[in-house]
């Protein structure tokens, strides 16, 4: 596709549930990043790949979170045992690999927790 | 390590006003700076991106940034605001040999009639 795309778009699930989030990033880029939203949080990062490797997943905040990438392209990120604090926009974007390429967004998955 | 300061969490100004976003940043390298906007329940857009050239640097929606060494800031101005500029922004930088953007914590623009 021509930009970075997300699914769902919203999801709601029960606590203690597990949720798969989905990024299909723009063809050819190799580098991929996942960030949370919250509100009047900023963006925080959460992990970084480099083709299918993560160089950097520093960001993730427990190890209920965890994320992979297949064949360079598609990454799922998933938390297992949801809780009401996960609840958040989780972005998703990519970007050629270069330094001085800017990083393409996804449309984000909002995540609620009830 | 790097961190991104942008002052004021809400501006408000009326149409056709001056925009001023001010965006400080921290690097013990130099940085690429960029500035994103966000409007509701979208992803982020990339405005403008400074990567060591020109420290002058003009964007889309006729926004631009000024990359100033001395006071480590790349603060977002246009002229005149519209209404259709309401949005979220960020600021981000990404030193060099860093392939991660830090992001400030956006600064909401609300532009009055």
């Known amino acids: 596709g021509a930009g970075v795309s997300q699914s769902p778009s919203n999801k709601v699930t029960e606590k203690g549930k597990d949720v798969e989030l989905r990024?299909?990033?723009?063809?050819?880029?190799?580098?991929?990043?996942w960030y949370r939203q919250s509100l009047g949080q900023g963006l925080e990062f959460l992990i970084y790949f480099q083709g299918n490797s993560a160089p950097d997943k520093s960001g993730l905040p427990s190890d209920r979170f965890s994320?992979?990438?297949?064949?360079?392209?598609?990454?799922?990120?998933?938390i297992q045992r949801t809780q009401q604090e996960d609840s958040a926009v989780y972005l998703c974007?990519?970007?050629?690999?270069?330094e001085n390429t800017e990083a393409f967004f996804g449309q984000g998955t909002r995540l609620t927790v009830v | 390590a790097q961190s991104v300061t942008q002052l004021g969490s809400h501006v408000s100004v009326s149409e056709g006003a001056l925009v001023l976003l001010r965006c400080n940043y921290s690097s013990s390298v130099p940085p690429y700076l960029f500035w994103y906007v966000q409007y509701p329940n979208q992803g982020l857009q990339l405005l403008l991106k400074y990567t060591s050239a020109a420290t002058l640097v003009k964007g889309i929606n006729?926004?631009?940034?000024?990359?100033?060494?001395?006071?480590?800031?790349?603060?977002?101005?246009?002229?005149?605001?519209?209404?259709?500029?309401?949005?979220?922004?960020f600021?981000?930088?990404?030193?060099?040999?860093?392939?991660?953007?830090?992001?400030?914590?956006?600064?909401?623009?609300?532009?009055?009639?």
């Open chain 1, 67 to 78: 994320a992979e990438r297949t064949g360079g392209s598609v990454s799922t990120l998933t």
């Open chain 1, 23 to 33: 990024c299909d990033p723009i063809s050819g880029h190799t580098a991929l990043y």
């Open chain 2, 62 to 89: 006729g926004f631009e940034a000024e990359f100033k060494k001395s006071e480590t800031s790349f603060h977002l101005t246009k002229p005149s605001a519209h209404m259709s500029d309401a949005a979220e922004y």
């Open chain 1, 93 to 98: 974007a990519s970007s050629g690999g270069t």
């Open chain 2, 91 to 113: 600021c981000a930088v990404r030193p060099w040999g860093s392939y991660i953007p830090t992001f400030g914590r956006g600064t909401s623009l609300i532009v009055h009639p």
